[in-house]
């Protein structure tokens, strides 16, 4: 399920301001492929950069995404994998004076070598708020560390 994205990927888009953002990605399968290891890096001037780990659940009826950022940030998110095309990891977190934020990556398949990632936030879980979008294009099947 997750073979399709190892690689090496470069992403353009935008934030729902209209403001430019460009991002490298790669993935790699790790501890005898039963995680996927995903390093994003934003193009300067943007600077955010995370790491995370994709492995299915104990049940293996969910995808798990733990995310660790440069803010020292960590999130977990779920999914419950492919869907017409698509695969959304979800997470919801409460905040101290904001209550509950929600927030959701959307990976679209456009192509073998190309993929949409959007990610969006919510105050209900129900009407979403844009926050980027961006369309990756493979560069490399091999990974460099």
Known sequence: MLSYFTGQWKGDGAFANGKKISANVSYKL??????LVEKHADILPNRYKSVAM????????????YVFDNSGGH????????????????TKEFMKGRGNIFEHFIYEKRSAGSFRMTFEVSRD?????????????????????
């Open 30 to 35: 790790s501890l005898d492929s039963t995680w």
């Open 54 to 65: 994709w492995g299915a659940d104990s049940s293996g009826n969910r995808l798990m995404a």
């Open 75 to 90: 999130r977990k998110f779920v999914s419950t994998g492919w869907q017409a095309g698509k695969l959304v990891l979800s």
């Open 125 to 145: 879980g129900k009407e979403w708020k844009l926050v980027d979008s961006l369309l990756f294009q493979k560069i490399n099947t091999d990974v460099i560390n």
